[in-house]
């Protein structure tokens, strides 16, 4: 009789739809590096390639709605996804491709709603974003917004400190994800001040701010910790505070990644030394 072969332990695996950024520090690229940094393995659905580099976006060309349906169905029905995020979805189609694709599925969902680069470019049109805020937002187990695309979503101005940060946190939940982690870094503060809140009530997590021009995918980073962290089976609360302590330490050692003119990346791999070796 043959022998029967012992069955693998399942790999925790985590699937990204975003856009692809051929700088590497944002995107699909930091959301695979981020995963792989947790230990979690990382499938990924692009919606949009994009012409970027540390200094902007150059330009973005999406892949059609059915395209990217098709890449997210071929992953859900073979890999075991525990946990998914949302990041750049180019247009109201895309979104409601995507929405389609994951109405069945009971894996946790970050999204991250992104709109507008660090760089100031305009990332989703302004007629996508109720798609985003009626069909997808409804899905969400945690949305990680940052100011200006709360206030986008909400219709209000940018909220200019803590209180008005929790009240449009608040705010946020009515569209019906489950946890929000409002990002507060553009506030001018001595400390980098989020807001987290569910149907439990509102935390603020703090961490000192980091002085680093290699903020390029902070966003996107701080979202696929949490999808992470999610894929190995913690609450939303316990990811968003992990993605919290993740970040700081990546910005904290951010500087040793030296590449490219304008604002690199963070260090995904902070932990790592390959990044510090000495080619002197």
Do not use: W
């Not at 694709?101 to 680069?117: G, N």
Request: aromatic residues 4%; negative net charge.
């Amino acid at each position: 009789m043959p022998d029967t072969p012992l069955k693998a332990r399942v790999t925790p695996t985590a699937l990204t739809i975003a856009g692809s950024d051929s700088g590497g520090g944002a995107g699909i690229q930091a959301d695979l590096k981020t995963f792989a940094a947790h230990g979690v393995y990382g499938a990924s659905a692009v919606s949009a390639l994009t012409a970027q580099n540390t200094l902007g976006v150059q330009g973005v060309m999406p892949v059609s709605a059915e395209f990217l349906a098709a890449q997210v169905q071929s992953v859900l029905s073979d890999l075991p996804v525990a946990a998914i995020k949302t990041g750049m979805l180019a247009d109201a189609a895309a979104i409601r491709a995507v929405v389609v694709a994951l109405r069945d599925v009971s894996a946790p969902l970050v999204v991250d709603p992104v709109m507008v680069a660090t760089s100031g470019d305009r990332l989703l049109p302004a007629s996508a974003v109720s798609a985003l805020r009626d069909t997808l937002l409804p899905l969400a187990h945690l949305l990680t917004p940052n100011l200006p695309e709360a206030a986008v979503l909400l219709g209000a101005d940018v909220a200019t400190d803590v209180d008005q940060m929790l009240l449009q946190a608040k705010s946020l939940l009515a569209f019906g994800p489950r946890a929000v982690l409002l990002k507060g870094g553009h506030l001018p503060s001595a400390d980098a001040v989020d807001v987290y809140c569910d149907s439990r009530g509102c935390q603020l997590l703090r961490a000192p701010r980091v002085a680093t021009h290699n903020t390029h995918g902070t966003g996107c980073t701080l979202a696929a910790a949490a999808c992470a962290r999610l894929a190995l089976g913690d609450s939303a609360e316990l990811a968003a505070r992990h993605a919290k302590s993740y970040l700081y330490q990546a910005l904290c050692h951010a500087d040793k990644v030296a590449v490219g003119a304008g604002a690199g990346p963070v260090h995904h791999f902070f932990f790592h030394t390959a990044y510090e070796v000495s080619h002197e």
